[in-house]
Each structure stands twice: as C-alpha cells, then as structure tokens.
DNA sequence: CACTGATCTGACCGATCGGTCAGCCTCTGA
DNA sequence: TCAGAGGCTGACCGATCGGTCAGATCAGTG
C-alpha cells in the first residue's frame, strides 16, 4: 500500500491511460485512477495539479505532432499535394498515437472545450478542408469528415492489427474514397 | 410557470432531444431538461420512469428501423447483395434518424451497456460483417468499420443538408470504398 | 540529534447527480 | 357540493464527483 518511490508520477499516468481507454475520460474517476494505482486520491492530486492536467501530460506528444502536420500542410503548393500529405500524416498520426486517441473515445465534442485541445478544433478544420481537396462541394466536404472522424473514432480498437498493416489498410481506403481535386 | 397541460409529455421529449443533441446524454442533467421545458425536475420524472426511459423513447423509431434492416440483409442470398442493401438500408437509416443518433454524440461505449441497446452491439457487428462482404481480411474489416463509424458520428453534423444530397454523397462514398466481396 | 522537504494519507468540503415523497392545486363528474 | 384523479411542486435523500487540507511518514543532511 504505503508507496515510497518517485515513479508514482509515471505510474498514475499509465493507469490514468487504461482507465480512460476503458471508460473514457468522464467515465473514470480520480478514486478509479488512485486505486489502479494503489494510492489514495489525495496522492493523484499531489501529482497532478487536477484531472484535466493528466489529460494534457497524456495528450501533449499527439498534439505536438498533430500541430507539426498542420505546419507542412499549409506549406503545400497545391491542393493535390495537400490531401497526399494530409492523408499520409493524418494515417501516420492515427497509427502512432491510437492508444492515446482511444482514450478520447468519442468525448471530442466535450473535451474540446477544454484548454488542452483549444486549438485543436481550428486544426481539424483544416485537416478536413486539405482532405477535401479545398473544395467547397458539400460532397467532398461529407467525404472528409466521414473519413477522419471514422479514422480518428476507430483506430484504437485495432490495438492486435500490426501498425504497418493498418496503416497501409487506412491510406488505400483514403486514396480511393477521397475525391481528387481539382488540378 | 404552472403548466396545466397533458401535452408536457411531448415537450419534455423535445426538450431532451435537444439538450442531448447540445450536450450529450451524461452531459445533460434532468434538471437542464426541466428548465428548458418550464418546468421542475420532479414533473419530468412524473412522466417518465427515469432519465434512461426518454432516451429510450426517443431511440425506439430507429432502433426498431436498425432492427428490420438487420433481418434484411440477413435474407440476402450473398455477401454482393447483403453489403448493397447494408450499404443503401444503412446510409437511409442515417439521414432519416440523423438527429436521433447525433444526440448519442459518441457516447455509444456507455449507452450499449443500458438496456435500451441491449442487442444493437450484435447488430452492429453483423452490418460490419456485411459492410466487409463476409470478408475475414484485416483491411475490409477495417474498411468497413471506419466508414460505419464515420458515417454514425458526423450524419448529425450535416442538418442543413438535404436529405438526398445527404444520402447520395454517402452512398456513393460506400459504393467507393468497400472493397467488393469475392463473386 | 534536530530539522527539512518530498511524498502520501484520511477526513472532509461544496456541488451536482438521479431519484423519492408528501402534499398542493385544478378540473371533472356524480 | 364534494370526492377523487391527474398534474405538478418544493424539499429532501444518498451517492458520487473534483478538489482541499492538516498532518503522518520517511530519507537525507548538518
């Protein structure tokens, strides 16, 4: 019971992690977190400044990177080239982090609001507007979304599937549903 | 303030549907729905069992709809025919209830453990299994899972859609992207 | 030895949740 | 006129939530 190491830190995020992927992030509780762990609530807390701030430590890499994809996106000459790189990054991304986008499991909308994620939403935006081509058709502008939200809502239930063997699976099923754009 | 109408059954349910579209099930107290209807939390709990009966009564339309779709494809003679009528039966359900699912709101984990979903998951898993043309490859089944999911998670997003502009991009978006089952 | 700072605990707080209950209105029909 | 039923209210309940706090424990330092 009575822990007198300082790893607690890294043991609380990992359990915080299961947890959230279980019951996801309002479903789970700091006493569901504390007693994975094996400390008291109060120890959390002593941790980590509140429950929003496990949230953020868990997110940040996938978030870094996310940012860093929506940079060389914007720096594309055209909008071919957009929706390849999109598409390519957006499918590395989902791969690489799909354990931490688990956890989210479908809370998008709620956690969006938070600090963490506040420029996430503007983000995305863009993410669908390279994926459909920059085009304004409500069609495409249907295609893109579906497919990322499809993409970002499933890819951590795949967690047996080898990550090159998913990847590959996501980007065909991109390169043929996304309408091309226009040259 | 006082209401002395019978019809409040009906304005609760609307109100609910639309704090449940704004904020999701768990994000919506019983005391949210009685201020948007005008009324106390104990008169929506006079006309409804408990919070789970509304959600119940405002899903029942699609559940029913989602259940005779089942059985449909399950008479389809091949796995061709089962995934063109899962294709078409299930973008149809889609457009038509999108605002009843959009008010599940990615909740879907928690709320297929009420009751009220008690056989949705099996269903669910034989529309994948029909989306996927009865294929046991990774890649179809991923395929089939990403669209599923995509299409039940932003169909609630497009309410200033038409209706058949709605349902021919998604359509044609399904008829692209499954990959055809073998003859 | 005394002291300090880091780590952790149990008890507690106010807020909010879904749900219950006794009783108050108002309308209706015998 | 009045009993009773339907519709509704305010007060209240136990549970749970995120978060606070005073203090206990312990390793290291002088």
Redesign the interface.
């Known amino acids: 019971m009575a822990r007198t190491t300082p790893q607690t830190h890294g043991e609380i995020l990992a359990a915080a992690a299961r947890r959230f992927a279980a019951?996801?992030y309002?479903?789970t509780s700091l006493q569901d977190i504390a007693t994975e762990v094996g400390c008291s609530k109060a120890a959390v807390l002593y941790h980590f400044a509140n429950k929003e701030a496990i949230l953020t430590e868990l997110m940040a890499p996938a978030i870094e990177v996310l940012r860093s994809l929506d940079e060389r996106i914007a720096e594309q000459p055209g909008p071919a080239a957009a929706q390849r790189v999109a598409a390519e990054g957006f499918v590395d991304l989902a791969v690489r982090f799909r354990s931490e986008i688990a956890l989210l499991?479908?809370?998008?909308?709620?956690l969006l609001q938070q600090p963490v994620f506040a420029h996430i939403q503007q983000i995305s935006e863009r993410l669908i507007d390279a994926f459909a081509g920059h085009s304004a058709r409500?069609?495409a502008r249907?295609?893109a979304?579906?497919?990322?939200?499809?993409?970002a809502?499933?890819c951590g239930?795949?967690a047996d599937?080898p990550d090159q063997?998913?990847s590959?699976?996501?980007l065909?099923?991109l390169l043929?549903?996304l309408e091309q754009p226009a040259h």
Do not use: K
């Not at 499991?105 to 709620?110: T, V």
């Not at 979304?145 to 993409?151: E, Q, R, Y």
């Open positions: 019951t996801g309002r479903g499991r479908g809370e998008f909308p709620e409500a069609s249907i295609t979304l579906v497919l990322l939200a499809g993409i809502e499933t239930q795949f599937v063997e998913l590959d699976a996501l065909a099923l043929r549903a």
